[in-house]
């Protein structure tokens, strides 16, 4: 099976998408068909495999490739004898935050009919607005913490413990995220949060507690395929610095030293955040464990790339879910009902 991989977007993490498309190119290889580079003013580049270097998008260079379409059945070459479909196999979302994670391109490619792994459009909403992940959370039966949203014209008299924490609603890859200490501190951090988003969402700060990561997909009726449990190294705060540029260093995971018994709350607990939701995609759930409970942190519905270092076997996981995509019930279009009328009037 081949893959085609949709990378880039107008978004906080667009380079961000930009890496985690490098990092798969060396993992997939031959099993890659084309990448497909969705620039921030909405245009389609067909980027050739050798060129799938940081240094080639920073520079501007990829506007000297071949821009493509989206239309019914996939996308398109333009030339002088009209369109010419690209034969793109599974196609793979690989867009980090806007236009990939907030149902953005999932609404286009259910359009246009085009078979992808990633989330659709409702896991998008949910996932995509911490707020919203929280009450989805509560209805499934898993806890996350308790916190207070806040607009950017909001009154700031906030009245919770120190530390806390701010985050952009509306944002991954730990950007905007700042921990405050103090009350003194407490404007400027939520103006770094306010920077990204015009809400932000305030959560205790619980130094030191442990958090688990793990990712998976389901591809039957009761059917996962897991990752390994990751417990990230981090000091206190994981944030853009550690996650992204330590880890492009190093390509290495930690396995979690956890029971089998936490193991099994964790897995549970993704289970509930994704069934009825997130089929068709591969995603990451981020947790806290604090006494024995376990609590969401949030969902990454498409996570940095594609979270393929927690895996033993990252291509077989993508071939067995694309071959267990959620399929969209068509509906016939029969006219019975205006013709009804038609046919009423007549009289």
């Not at 080639?56 to 493509?68: A, L, P, T, V």
């Not at 929280?134 to 919770?160: F, M, W």
């Not at 927690?310 to 694309?322: G, H, K, R």
Request: net charge negative.
């Amino acid at each position: 099976m081949k893959f085609s991989i949709l990378f880039g977007g107008m978004s906080w993490e667009h380079e961000i998408s930009i890496v985690s498309a490098i990092s798969l190119k060396k993992i997939l290889q031959d099993k890659i068909e084309y990448f497909i580079f969705l620039e921030s003013t909405h245009h389609f580049f067909l980027i050739e495999t050798q060129n799938m270097k940081s240094g080639f998008f920073s520079c501007g260079e990829y506007k000297k490739c071949r821009q493509i379409e989206m239309n019914l059945g996939g996308f398109y070459l333009s030339s002088f004898f009209g369109k010419k479909p690209l034969h793109v196999g599974m196609l793979l979302n690989l867009i980090h935050g806007g236009d990939g994670e907030d149902g953005i391109l999932a609404s286009l490619l259910d359009f246009y009919k085009i078979s992808f792994i990633g989330p659709r459009i409702e896991a998008c909403v949910l996932s995509f607005n911490k707020h919203l992940t929280k009450i989805y959370a509560k209805e499934k039966g898993v806890k996350t913490l308790p916190s207070k949203l806040l607009g950017k014209d909001s009154l700031r008299n906030i009245k919770s413990d120190f530390p806390m924490i701010a985050k952009p609603n509306r944002l991954g890859s730990s950007i905007g995220v700042h921990v405050i200490a103090s009350e003194e501190e407490l404007d400027y951090g939520l103006d770094c949060a306010f920077e990204f988003d015009n809400e932000v969402l305030i959560e205790p700060f619980i130094k030191g507690v442990k958090e688990y990561n793990l990712a998976g997909c389901k591809i039957g009726d009761n059917e996962f395929i897991f990752s390994m449990i990751e417990e990230p190294d981090k000091k206190d705060l994981l944030n853009f610095e550690n996650k992204y540029l330590d880890f492009s260093r190093t390509q290495q995971a930690i396995k979690a030293d956890i029971s089998e018994e936490l193991e099994g709350k964790i897995q549970e607990a993704f289970k509930k955040i994704y069934t009825n939701k997130f089929e068709g995609a591969l995603i990451r759930c981020d947790f806290f464990v604090i006494e024995n409970e376990v609590f969401l942190n949030e969902i990454n519905p498409i996570p940095g790339s594609m979270a393929n270092y927690l895996f033993d076997n990252f291509t077989d996981t993508l071939e067995n879910l694309s071959l267990n995509l959620p399929k969209k019930e068509s509906i016939k279009v029969s006219y019975q009902y205006i013709e009804k009328i038609q046919r009423a009037k007549g009289k």
